[in-house]
């Protein structure tokens, strides 16, 4: 039982690059999200998904966007990224969104030069 | 709008001293309310929970956390702590209307031998 995963792991763009950070999940939540932690800051909910299909934003979706095209995927595009986007982020996912615990993944670490 | 506030960043205890760790929601309903445990390179980890019925919420590890409606709080207490609960601490609240999940800033705790 793989829970969330998450891809890459580490990653390097230049200023004006474009990437998509995976997350899968096969344990059939309807709810997935994307968090960025940053020092200080603690968790700042990017965007969030109630559904396959449906997307909404969180506190920070500025620069990203999302898709839920099936239950288990729910990728993070970074469109031009830009310097203050060095974060490490992570993907989490439940059964509801309140309901029950948000399982994590591993995370991943971003630096844009 | 819904917000989470840790008022403290940083807090030292030494071992076997009692903890409380502040938190306060800003929400019109009744929140939905979380404490998560985050240690150094590790994911997050649910404490506890609290949705309704009793205010005063038991956890892992042996934390508990007290509702407060008239305060807006939600804070976390440890009889005793010990050297392994030295971890970043967020109280986290969600919305029964739109899903999300906000995370407050943190509480970086260490303990002292």
């Known amino acids: 039982n793989a829970g969330v995963t998450q891809t890459p792991k580490f990653q390097v763009l230049k200023t004006g690059q474009s990437m998509t950070l995976q997350c899968a999940q096969d344990?059939?939540?309807?709810?997935m999200s994307w968090y960025r932690q940053d020092p200080g800051m603690g968790l700042r909910l990017i965007h969030y998904?109630?559904?396959?299909?449906?997307?909404d934003q969180g506190e920070v979706p500025n620069g990203y966007n999302v898709s839920r095209s099936t239950t288990e995927d729910f990728p993070l595009r970074l469109l031009s990224a830009a310097p203050s986007q060095t974060s490490v982020y992570f993907c989490?996912?439940?059964?509801?969104?309140?309901?029950?615990?948000?399982?994590f993944g591993s995370g991943t670490q971003l630096s844009v030069l | 709008a819904q917000s989470v506030t840790q008022p403290d960043i940083h807090i030292t205890v030494s071992e076997g001293a009692s903890l409380e760790l502040r938190c306060n929601y800003s929400?019109?309903?009744?929140?939905?309310l979380f404490w998560y445990v985050q240690s150094p390179g590790q994911g997050l980890q649910l404490l506890l929970k609290?949705?309704?019925?009793?205010?005063l919420v038991q956890g892992i590890k042996g934390f508990e956390a007290e509702f407060k409606r008239s305060q807006s709080s939600f804070n976390l207490r440890k009889p005793s702590v010990h050297w392994s609960d030295a971890a970043e601490y967020f109280c986290?609240?969600?919305?029964?209307?739109?899903?999300?999940?906000?995370f407050g800033q943190g509480t970086t705790l260490q303990v002292k031998p």
């Open positions: 989490a996912s439940s059964s509801g969104p309140l309901n029950e615990k948000l399982f």
């Open positions: 344990m059939n939540h309807e709810y």
């Open positions: 998904s109630v559904g396959a299909g449906i997307t």
């Open positions: 929400y019109g309903a009744t929140p939905y």
């Open positions: 609290y949705f309704s019925g009793d205010t």
């Open positions: 986290a609240s969600g919305s029964s209307n739109t899903g999300k999940l906000i």
